[in-house]
């Protein structure tokens, strides 16, 4: 999954492969928004870790992993 994350003062947004599901991260940022967590944590695809305060998060977008296109033009 490719997640997109704002971040409330960054002017730049965070973006992150995960090898978890959308249902898994929407649950994630579901209990952080509740104020369960303090903290939302993703893993990507390399096992790095990517935490951000829960309380900081502006928007997160989540969408299926688009592959590589090789070579000329738009097959």
Not at 5 to 31: F, N
């Amino acid at each position: 999954m490719e997640v997109r994350i704002g971040v409330k003062g960054a002017p730049r947004e965070l973006t992150i492969d995960s090898t978890q599901t959308a249902d898994e991260i929407q649950a994630l940022i579901e209990t952080a928004l509740k104020g369960d967590a303090t903290t939302f944590t993703l893993t990507d695809e390399k096992g790095h870790r990517l935490v951000v305060a829960a309380d900081k998060l502006a928007y997160v977008e989540i969408a299926e992993s688009e592959g590589r296109r090789v070579g000329f033009g738009t097959l």
